[in-house]
C-alpha cells in the first residue's frame, strides 16, 4: 500500500478489514504448489515512489473474489476492496506472497504502495488577489473579484484531501462529511490543509463558487500524510456516490502510480471533472500521479505577477506536458481548521488547483450535462488567457485560469439569480415594475431606459439616459454627463471587466463615445449598433446593423474586420448567446411572420406583428432564450417556459 501523506503518518484502514493465514500442509493436502514453489511475479514500484513496506495494491483482470486470491497464494491481509475506480484490493503481506499474487493468472499487476503527500507549502500573509486575478482578461488586477450569481448551487465538489473543519461559517452550511479512508476514524480536519482548500473552491467570502455543495473525503491523516491505497479508496467512493454534476479536487500527490492514475480515469470516466495538483518539486508533473493523469486538468501555480514560482522550500511550482494550465498558488488566503472563523494563508499547487474546481463547478452549473472533456476543452482551449505565464517551465503550456462564469447575472437580472426578469419601464410614471421583485420610480418622460450592471457587482442597475442634457442617471451610483442630443446610448463593457460602460452612438457621424476609453467611428447614418461581445473574449465589440443591407460590421478578434450578410431590411436585430458557447450570435427578428434566424444555429417562428422580441437567459441555464412581449396584452411569451402577463399598452419592455 503506497503512502499519501503532509508529513509522514502512515495510515491504515479499520474497516472490511480481512486478515487471512493458511498452513503450508493445507496446500500441499489439496494438492496445490506450496508457497516455495509457486510461481512469483513482478511487483511493481512507481517512477519517484517513497514504498511502504508490506503494503501493496492489487489490480485485478475480473470481479475475481479478493479472499480466493489471498487464501490460494499463501495467505495475506486484504485491507480494503475496490469495485468502481477499479477492480481490486490493498494487500497487506510479504513481499514473497505478494510475488505469488502477481503471478496469479486473475491477476493484472500488484504495485507497491507508496507515500503521496498534500502539494502545500509554508504560510504567508496575503489578500484574496488570486480571486480577483482569474475574473480579469485584460489586467492582473482591478480589486475586485465578481461572484456568480448561483455560485453553483447545483454542483457538488469533492475536496479528497485532509477533510474538511464543515462548521466554519464561511461555509454557510454547504459542507457536509462524505468518507473517511484514513482508519483513524477522526471525521474531522485535523490538518487543516482540506480545509483551505475547500475554503478556496466554495467559500462564501474566500471561494469561487460561493454556494457549491462541498463533501469531505478524507484521505489524508492529521500530519497530512496518506497512502496509494488509501486516495483509491477515496476515489472509488467518489466514483460510487457522487451526486452529479460533480467536480473533485486533489490537492496531493506522490510517485508515479500507474494504479491511482487507471483509478482516476476510471472516475472521470464516469463524469466527474476532475481539478489535480501539478506538485510542487520544480519538477516535471509527469512524474508524479495523479498529476499525469491524461484526461484530469492538472493545474501548476503562478504568484501575483503571473510568474511561476520556483522559490518555494520544496523547489516550486511543477511544469511539463502534464500541466495542462496555471492558476493562483502563491500567497492564497483561505480558511483555517483552529475556528469557525479562522483564516490563513498558504502557497502551493495545492492552492492552484481549487480555484480551477471553483471554475469548473461554475461552468457546471450551467452546462449541467457537460463532460468532463468539455470542461477540460472550456477551461484550457475557450476560457485561459493565453501568453502572461513568466517562465511556465520546460514543455508547459503558457495558459493562465480565466472564467467568464465568475461574471454576474445576465442583462436584465435584478437579484443576482442568473435569471433575466419580467421587467417593465413606464414613461407616463418612470416607474420601473420588475416582477416578483420591487417597483422603483426612476426617470421621467423621454428619458431611455439603460440597465445596466455599472458597479460590477453582479446584479443589473436601474438607470436612464436623458437626451435632452445627455446625462446618465444610475440609480443609488452616480450621475454624469455624456452624450448630447440625437445620440443613441449603447451601454456595454467595452474592456471586459465586467463593469457596464457609459457610453454612446452619433449617427450623424458614426462615432462611438466609450467613457474613458476611446472614441472610434463605425457605421453610418441609418445603421443600427448593435455592441455585443461577438467572439467570446468577454468584452463588447462596437458593431452595427445596416438595414439596407441586411449586413453587420464589427470588429473581431485579433482587430479583424468582420462584415456577414444576415437578415433583411424591416428585421430587428436581436443579438445573444442562443448557443450557450460564450460569444453573440448574429440574429434578426422577422415582424412579419415572426421568425427568429439566428446564423448557424435555427429558424423558429415565436411571436406575431406588433410583437417587441425580447431575447434573456429567463431560467438561467446559459443560453438566450426566444420571446416577445405583446403590448395589446402585455403578455410575455418565452419559448418553452412561460407564459406572463406583465405590463400594460404603453411600457417598455426590458430584457437583454
Known amino acids: 500500500m503506497s503512502r499519501i501523506s503532509l508529513g509522514r503518518t502512515e495510515l491504515s484502514y479499520s474497516s472490511r478489514r480481512v486478515v487471512l493465514t493458511l498452513a503450508v500442509a493445507a496446500l500441499a493436502s489439496a494438492g496445490l504448489a506450496t508457497p516455495a514453489t509457486a510461481a512469483q511475479g513482478e511487483i511493481r514500484v512507481g517512477t519517484g515512489a517513497k514504498t511502504i513496506a508490506g503494503r501493496y495494491i492489487v489490480v485485478l483482470k475480473e470481479n475475481a473474489d479478493a479472499a480466493d486470491i489471498v487464501t490460494k497464494n499463501g495467505g495475506g491481509e486484504v485491507r480494503e476492496t475496490w469495485r468502481h475506480a477499479l477492480k481490486g484490493f490493498a494487500l497487506g503481506a510479504d513481499e514473497v506472497t505478494a510475488r505469488r499474487i502477481a503471478a496469479d493468472p486473475r491477476v493484472a499487476y500488484v504495485e507497491q504502495d507508496a507515500e503521496i503527500t498534500a502539494d502545500a507549502n509554508q504560510p504567508t500573509p496575503s489578500a484574496l488577489w488570486g480571486l480577483d486575478r482569474l475574473d480579469q482578461i485584460t489586467g492582473r488586477s482591478n480589486g475586485q473579484y465578481v461572484s456568480a450569481g448561483s455560485g453553483a448551487r447545483d454542483v457538488r465538489a469533492y475536496v479528497i484531501d485532509t477533510g474538511i473543519r464543515t462548521t466554519h461559517t464561511d461555509f454557510g452550511g454547504r459542507a457536509s462529511w462524505g468518507t473517511n479512508t484514513t482508519g483513524d ?7 487543516g490543509h482540506g480545509t483551505h482548500v475547500a475554503g478556496t473552491i466554495g467559500g462564501t467570502a474566500h471561494g469561487v463558487a460561493k ?3 462541498l463533501v469531505a473525503v478524507k484521505v489524508l491523516d492529521c500530519s497530512g500524510s496518506g497512502t496509494t491505497a488509501g486516495v ?10 457522487a451526486v452529479r454534476p460533480a467536480v473533485a479536487n486533489m490537492s496531493l500527490g506522490g510517485g508515479a502510480s500507474a494504479t491511482l492514475d487507471a483509478a482516476v480515469e476510471a472516475s472521470i470516466a464516469a463524469g466527474i471533472t476532475y481539478a489535480v495538483a501539478a506538485g510542487n518539486a520544480n519538477r516535471d508533473a509527469c512524474q508524479t500521479s495523479p498529476a499525469r493523469a491524461p484526461n484530469a486538468i492538472t493545474v501548476g501555480a503562478t504568484d501575483r505577477n503571473d510568474v511561476r514560482p520556483t522559490n518555494w522550500s520544496s523547489g516550486g511550482s511543477n511544469f511539463g506536458s502534464c500541466v495542462d494550465l496555471f492558476a493562483p498558488g502563491d500567497d492564497i488566503t483561505s480558511l483555517s481548521n483552529t475556528s469557525d472563523t479562522a483564516t490563513r494563508s498558504l502557497s502551493g499547487t495545492s492552492m492552484a488547483a481549487p480555484h480551477v474546481a471553483g471554475v469548473a463547478a461554475l461552468y457546471l452549473q450551467r452546462n449541467a450535462n457537460a463532460s468532463p472533456t468539455t470542461v477540460w476543452f472550456e477551461m484550457v482551449f475557450v476560457e485561459a488567457t493565453r501568453d502572461v ?3 511556465p517551465g520546460a514543455g508547459s503550456p503558457n495558459l493562465l485560469l480565466n472564467s ?12 443576482d439569480d442568473q435569471r433575466t426578469d419580467t421587467t417593465v419601464w413606464r414613461p407616463s410614471t418612470g416607474q420601473w415594475f420588475v416582477r416578483n421583485q420591487f417597483t422603483v420610480a426612476w426617470g421621467q418622460q423621454g428619458d431611455v431606459p439603460v440597465p445596466g450592471d455599472y458597479n460590477g457587482d453582479g446584479v443589473s442597475d436601474v438607470a436612464v439616459w436623458r437626451p435632452s442634457t445627455g446625462q446618465w442617471f444610475v440609480n443609488g451610483q452616480f450621475t454624469v454627463a455624456w452624450g448630447q442630443q440625437g445620440d443613441v446610448p449603447v451601454p456595454g463593457d467595452y474592456n471586459g471587466d465586467q463593469i457596464t460602460d457609459v457610453a454612446v452612438w452619433r449617427p450623424s457621424t458614426g462615432q462611438w463615445f466609450v ?4 472614441t472610434r467611428q463605425w457605421g453610418q447614418q441609418g445603421d443600427i449598433p448593435v455592441p455585443a461581445d461577438y467572439d467570446g473574449d468577454g468584452a463588447a465589440q462596437a458593431a452595427v446593423w445596416r438595414p439596407s ?13 468582420v462584415s456577414v450578410q444576415w437578415g433583411q431590411s424591416g428585421d430587428v436585430p436581436v443579438v445573444g ?3 450557450g458557447n460564450g460569444g453573440f450570435d448574429l440574429t434578426v427578428w422577422r415582424p412579419s411572420t415572426g421568425e427568429w434566424h439566428v446564423r448557424g444555429v435555427s429558424s423558429t417562428q415565436w411571436g406575431q406583428q406588433g410583437d417587441i422580441p425580447v431575447p434573456g437567459d429567463y431560467n438561467g441555464d446559459g443560453v438566450g432564450d426566444l420571446a416577445v412581449w405583446r403590448p395589446s396584452t402585455g403578455q410575455w411569451f418565452v419559448r418553452n417556459q412561460f407564459t406572463v402577463a406583465w405590463g400594460v399598452q404603453g411600457d417598455k419592455p426590458l430584457a437583454s
Open 185 to 191: 476514524n477522526n471525521n474531522t480536519d485535523c490538518n
Open 211 to 213: 454556494s457549491v455543495r
Open 232 to 241: 483509491i479508496s477515496g476515489v472509488n467512493w467518489v466514483t460510487q456516490n
Open 389 to 391: 505565464v513568466v517562465n
Open 404 to 415: 467568464r462564469y465568475t461574471f454576474g447575472g445576465p442583462d436584465g437580472d435584478y437579484n
Open 515 to 518: 467613457h474613458d476609453q476611446f
Open 549 to 561: 443591407t441586411g449586413t453587420w460590421h464589427y470588429i473581431g478578434a485579433f482587430g479583424v474586420v
Open 577 to 579: 448567446d442562443y448557443n
